[in-house]
């Protein structure tokens, strides 16, 4: 049997300060694409397997999802792992065409543990994501508080469902856009 390893909080905070050691923290959101409806093959979960077994080798953490044709790859970490990480999409035969849509400096995790959390997508959902990645017009900035959300609520269903009503079901995010201007 294996032991899951859990993180104190002495361990994260360690962790942390490891990481501002090794390099500055840094958020980032990748998007890569794949064949069409890779989602609904047999191939998207062992990719998603995967990329959480290297981020969390690299110490990174966040959030995993496809849609379609797009994985796409909400992270946190240091930014010497960020590059490692982003090589490796760019060296994968599966993934093409890496976008590297927001790369920031941050001045603490949001997702303490290095792990990959892979949020199932709602109809509505899915919706508001195709168009803010289409929309050639929008600045992108609603979309790092677009995954987060989806972390919390995954990680909500995880320990047990809606609890204490502290994310609401999924069809409550909102459908509608900021429509600002990308830079």
């Not at 995993?64 to 590059?83: F, H, K, P, T, W």
């Not at 050639?136 to 987060?148: A, E, N, W």
Request: proline share 4%; net charge neutral.
């Amino acid at each position: 049997m294996i032991k899951q390893r859990s993180w104190s909080s002495h361990q994260v905070m360690m962790k942390s300060l490891n990481e501002r050691r090794a390099g500055m923290l840094e958020a980032a959101i990748l998007v890569t694409s794949v064949e069409q409806d890779f989602e609904t093959g047999r191939l998207w979960p062992a990719l998603r397997d995967l990329r959480k077994g290297h981020a969390r080798t690299l110490g990174l953490a966040g959030v995993i999802l496809c849609d379609a044709n797009r994985v796409m790859y909400g992270l946190e970490g240091s930014g010497q792992y960020l590059d490692r990480f982003t090589q490796m999409l760019e060296d994968s035969p599966c993934e093409v065409g890496v976008q590297v849509l927001l790369r920031r400096p941050i001045v603490q995790r949001t997702y303490r543990a290095p792990a990959l959390l892979a949020p199932t997508l709602a109809k509505e959902e899915r919706t508001w994501l195709r168009e803010e990645l289409d929309d050639t017009g929008s600045d992108l900035t609603t979309l790092p508080t677009f995954l987060t959300w989806l972390a919390l609520r995954q990680a909500e269903t995880i320990v047990g469902g809606y609890g204490d009503g502290l994310m609401a079901p999924a069809d409550s995010f909102p459908s509608t856009r900021s429509h600002t201007t990308r830079h």
